[in-house]
């Protein structure tokens, strides 16, 4: 049993690590964890302003899973953290994520609410004709794709919780401010002011397949987004009478959706 002043002792130089910059450590690796369309471009984008912070394309962090990839990871940035992100694909959703297996491996793991996730994917796949496609998909996108994948990264964050920091999309964009701040300790980076707006990569371009290639994230601006009005609402649906959704959705914060007739 440790005496209260030795613990205390231990906790304050736990925390002074955790804010010690990588600069001094060995060189640090993060993964972001997500569905897609989960914000994980903005939050690469933001990690990023910091100078100690890789800005690097979309990699899919699953092929370096071994230590012997080590390597390979530095030769990506010359950073002394090294950011790889790359949410889960539709025919990944019984096996993503393949995490690193070497140490040190920090993990920001993403979460966004179902209906504003699946919308997004309807948009992405469907372009115009997302609001005439079959309800069938909505089914599919909502218990398939993002109550797996959702599962995943509850899965992730229970196991490893002192590697694993969870973060929502909604706070993100509400309060960029204070999340990154938190990030960037969490992290090890040496910033310790949170940001709001991002520079453009540096030496790769925003496309659809790397990386977010719509035009909000071109804006170089956290932008709050407006509130959901539901106005598709057979997702709507879907979502308000699956109770595994319910389940995830009060896991991770959100409240049940209001009843149709209702304005949010």
Same mark, same amino acid.
């Given at each position: 049993?440790?005496?209260?002043?030795?613990?205390?002792?231990?906790?304050?130089?736990?925390?002074? %690590?955790? %804010?010690?910059?990588?600069?001094?450590?060995?060189?640090?690796?993060?993964?972001?964890?997500?569905?897609?369309?989960?914000?994980?471009?903005?939050?690469?984008?933001?990690?990023?302003?910091?100078?100690?912070?890789?800005?690097?394309?979309?990699?899919?962090?699953?092929?370096?899973?071994?230590?012997?990839?080590?390597?390979?990871?530095?030769?990506?940035?010359?950073?002394?953290?090294?950011?790889?992100?790359?949410?889960?694909?539709?025919?990944?959703?019984?096996?993503?994520?393949?995490?690193?297996?070497?140490?040190?491996?920090?993990?920001?793991?993403?979460?966004?609410?179902?209906?504003?996730?699946?919308?997004?994917?309807?948009?992405?796949?469907?372009?115009?004709?997302?609001?005439?496609?079959?309800?069938?998909?909505?089914?599919?996108?909502?218990?398939?794709?993002?109550?797996?994948?959702?599962?995943?990264?509850?899965?992730?964050?229970?196991?490893?919780?002192?590697?694993?920091?969870?973060?929502?999309?909604?706070?993100?964009?509400?309060? /960029?401010?204070?999340?990154?701040?938190?990030?960037?300790?969490?992290?090890?980076?040496?910033?310790?002011?949170?940001?709001?707006?991002?520079?453009?990569?540096?030496?790769?371009?925003?496309?659809?397949?790397?990386?977010?290639?719509?035009?909000?994230?071109?804006?170089?601006?956290?932008? /709050?987004?407006?509130?959901?009005?539901?106005?598709?609402?057979?997702?709507?649906?879907?979502?308000?009478?699956?109770?595994?959704?319910?389940?995830?959705?009060?896991?991770?914060?959100?409240? /049940?959706?209001?009843?149709?007739?209702?304005?949010?």
């Amino acid at each position: 049993m440790r005496l209260p002043h030795v613990r205390k002792k231990m906790e304050i130089d736990d925390r002074a %690590r955790a %804010r010690e910059p990588a600069t001094r450590r060995e060189r640090s690796v993060v993964v972001v964890l997500s569905t897609m369309r989960s914000g994980s471009t903005l939050l690469k984008a933001l990690l990023a302003t910091a100078p100690d912070v890789s800005d690097l394309p979309e990699v899919d962090f699953q092929r370096f899973r071994h230590r012997r990839h080590l390597a390979d990871i530095r030769d990506m940035s010359g950073a002394p953290v090294v950011v790889l992100k790359r949410p889960a694909w539709f025919h990944e959703v019984l096996s993503y994520p393949k995490l690193p297996r070497f140490e040190g491996v920090r993990k920001i793991v993403l979460f966004r609410d179902a209906y504003e996730t699946v919308r997004s994917l309807r948009k992405m796949i469907f372009h115009r004709l997302s609001g005439w496609t079959e309800p069938f998909f909505n089914s599919l996108l909502a218990e398939h794709y993002w109550c797996r994948v959702t599962e995943n990264l509850l899965n992730v964050q229970e196991n490893d919780p002192e590697a694993t920091i969870p973060v929502r999309y909604e706070d993100l964009v509400v309060q /960029p401010e204070e999340v990154t701040r938190r990030l960037f300790s969490f992290i090890g980076s040496a910033r310790e002011e949170g940001v709001n707006s991002y520079n453009p990569p540096t030496h790769h371009k925003w496309s659809w397949g790397k990386d977010d290639g719509g035009t909000k994230i071109r804006s170089l601006q956290v932008q /709050p987004p407006p509130p959901t009005d539901y106005a598709n609402r057979h997702l709507a649906s879907v979502i308000r009478e699956s109770e595994r959704i319910a389940r995830l959705r009060e896991r991770l914060g959100y409240k /049940p959706l209001p009843d149709p007739g209702i304005s949010p």
